[in-house]
């Protein structure tokens, strides 16, 4: 069984380029969360999403980002028009569909914005 | 004033040393992580809590729910115990999401 799988490791992109960032969960869970990462803070929330429904975008900046979960596929984040405050570090995290689960963390796509 | 705090921020101990990170809440909550985080590199997840104690090798969590309190202990501290040590707390009616303390970076000295 596979941990959370997260593409690219590391992605640049010049400014007003568009970033898009993968995420497969783990087998038979349904539950998809993205964070961020900021150089030298702490993480924090962005998007919880299952399979085809966004729960809670509440972290989201409210322009460029995107999230979606589809029924067959990875979980995609997408950053239109990046700037430099977007570079940071983005990790994805999937659980069961349990009450209190535990998290299980993707190693995360560093992004770089040039 | 974050919902999380942990303390201290940065720790650095001779190797074989027993270590302490704390972290503090102030929401109600139906679990606490304890994660690790080496330089560069991805998440782990060591402990989820609602109660009491747990032991894994040579790490121990603990937390106190009235207290709003959680520590880590880590015994017979070795060099590649150095990392990022973050608490999370999964707010109750949160919709599951964490909300992490800002980490504390633990260096062993050999």
């Known amino acids: 069984n596979a941990g959370v799988m997260q593409n690219p490791r590391h992605l640049v992109r010049r400014r007003g380029q568009e970033a898009r960032l993968r995420c497969s969960p783990m087998?038979?869970?349904?539950?998809v969360y993205w964070y961020r990462q900021l150089p030298e803070e702490g993480l924090k929330f962005m998007v919880y999403l299952q399979k085809e429904n966004i729960i809670d975008e509440s972290g989201m900046p409210k322009e460029r980002f995107s999230a979606e979960f589809p029924k067959e596929g990875p979980s995609i984040l997408r950053i239109q028009q990046v700037v430099r405050g977007d570079s940071a570090a983005y990790f994805c995290?999937?659980?069961?569909?349990?009450?209190?689960?535990?998290?299980?963390f993707g190693q995360g796509t560093r992004l770089t914005v040039v | 004033k974050n919902e999380v705090e942990q303390s201290p921020q940065n720790l650095t101990a001779q190797e074989g040393e027993f270590i302490t990170i704390n972290c503090s809440y102030s929401?109600?909550?139906?679990?606490l992580h304890w994660l690790q985080q080496h330089p560069g590199g991805g998440i782990v997840s060591l402990f989820m809590l609602s109660s009491g104690k747990k032991k894994h090798g040579r790490l121990i969590a603990t937390i106190n729910i009235q207290e709003k309190h959680s520590s880590l202990h880590i015994t017979a501290s070795h060099p590649r115990d150095s990392a990022v040590y973050i608490c999370a707390v999964r707010s109750l009616g949160g919709n599951e999401k964490l909300t992490f303390g800002t980490g504390t970076r633990l260096t062993i000295i050999p």
């Open positions: 929401v109600g909550i139906s679990a």
């Open positions: 995290a999937s659980s069961p569909p349990v009450p209190d689960p535990e998290a299980f």
């Open positions: 087998k038979g869970h349904s539950h």
